[in-house]
């Protein structure tokens, strides 16, 4: 089955970077859905064939007096088809809460856009056995009632950038529990990725877990010579 894979370039990326990575994806064989995440100044660029681009957050509002920030309607005016709401470094670093990005997946939802939603335990939680509880409140209050497309982003918090990965148990019990929590609230369909550390040597090993519909790629999605073998893993 295909595979969706997200590349999330975070605060990186040049013009030239994205020239890059485009030159080398161009006429890439792969059967696999794959979007590219780029600060917004990139958003413009023409893409590949099969590729799409995404954003990495969005405002709650559509326009009007809030400097800096980015709607929803304009990522979607840009040709953009995904957005990215609530990664863990938004929830730390700007306190956003799940309240919040649920507002913000209803302003993807409304502009057509596919909000990939992001979850995940901190390293405490996940010591600590909470990890099913803490996620599964993640998702009933950033997960909106509205209908249209999502996608869920399982990346634990200690796996983000450190270089440490779930086992691969932990990724099949905790991608099972959300598969399950989805089917509860009516969103069976739902992709499920996998966040954190995802490497060209564990990526095949990870998209081959049940219920893991693909992986959300943060550090080796800015490298050409990682991010190709990671969309060809499988
Ligand atoms: P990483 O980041 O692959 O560098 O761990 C993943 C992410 O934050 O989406």
Not at 2 to 28: C, H, P, V, Y
Not at 199 to 214: D, R, S
């Amino acid at each position: 089955m295909s595979k969706i894979i997200a590349g999330n370039w975070k605060m990186n990326g040049t013009r030239q970077e994205l020239i890059d990575m485009f030159d080398a994806l161009e006429n890439l064989p792969t059967n696999n859905t794959v979007i590219l995440c780029p600060p917004y100044t990139l958003l413009n660029m023409t893409t590949p064939k099969n590729f799409s681009f995404g954003a990495q957050d969005c405002s709650t509002h559509d326009n009007g007096a809030h400097t800096g920030d980015i709607s929803a309607k304009m990522i979607a005016d840009t040709g953009a088809k995904y957005v990215i709401v609530g990664h863990s470094e938004r929830r730390q670093d700007h306190n956003e809460t799940s309240e919040l990005i649920a507002a913000k997946a209803v302003k993807a939802i409304e502009n057509k856009l596919i909000p990939i939603i992001c979850v995940g335990e901190t390293l405490a939680e996940y010591e600590s056995g909470k990890a099913f509880d803490v996620v599964e409140d993640q998702m009933h209050k950033s997960i909106p009632a509205v209908k249209g497309e999502i996608i869920v982003a399982y990346e634990p918090v200690w796996a983000i950038g450190t270089g440490k990965v779930a086992t691969l148990l932990d990724i099949e019990k905790m991608h099972e529990h959300i598969a399950s929590v989805l089917g509860k609230i009516g969103r069976d369909e739902t992709a499920i990725l996998y966040g954190g550390s995802v490497k060209p040597g564990n990526a095949a090993e990870i998209m081959n877990v049940p219920n893991v519909g693909g992986v959300l790629v943060g550090g080796a999605s800015l490298k050409v010579d990682d991010f190709v073998p990671i969309i060809q893993a499988v």
